[in-house]
């Protein structure tokens, strides 16, 4: 499966944050299908709390329509956290969505909405600067 155009921008945004990358990707069966999530991360947080666990599905929107870049996105992000519940559920699954279109295209009543209802958690990366800037659970 082909990586996404800013892949290795938000790997480098995750690893500068101290998170390590596990699983590139992270592969999961659920319900006798096979899939592929872009990363897999874990990063001890304190000895108390344990390790916190992620999966980040990155997302480019560099298609020719955002609207049916995000239905994609959506789709996957719905499918894998119901694939991760059933084998991994002590992973957070999150979209990585770069900042310029989150800026814009992410501030739609629509998009809004949808991000709220199916419970969308985000992470919104600079692919020039590779640095994640926001986390939104």
């Known amino acids: ?9 938000v790997r480098k945004g995750l690893e500068k944050e101290g998170w390590l990358i596990t699983n590139d990707p992270l592969r999961i069966q659920a319900g006798g299908a096979d899939m592929e999530i872009d990363l897999g991360a874990e990063k001890i947080i304190a000895a108390e709390r344990g390790e916190e666990k992620i999966a980040v ?3 480019s929107f560099i298609g020719t329509s955002n609207i049916s870049d995000f239905h994609t996105a959506v789709g ?4 894998y956290r119901v ?3 059933e084998g991994q559920s002590e992973r957070v ?3 990585a969505v770069p900042i310029g279109v ?4 992410f501030k739609l ?11 969308i958690t985000l992470i919104v ?5 590779e640095v994640i800037l926001e986390w939104k659970n």
């Open 1 to 9: 499966m082909a990586k996404d155009v800013f892949h290795y921008a």
């Open 57 to 59: 599905e990155i997302k």
């Open 76 to 79: 996957q992000f719905i499918n």
């Open 83 to 85: 694939a991760l519940e």
């Open 93 to 95: 699954l999150y979209l």
């Open 102 to 105: 989150h800026r814009k295209f």
């Open 109 to 119: 009543p629509f998009v809004q909405t949808i991000i709220k209802r199916f419970q």
């Open 125 to 129: 990366y600079d692919p020039v600067g």
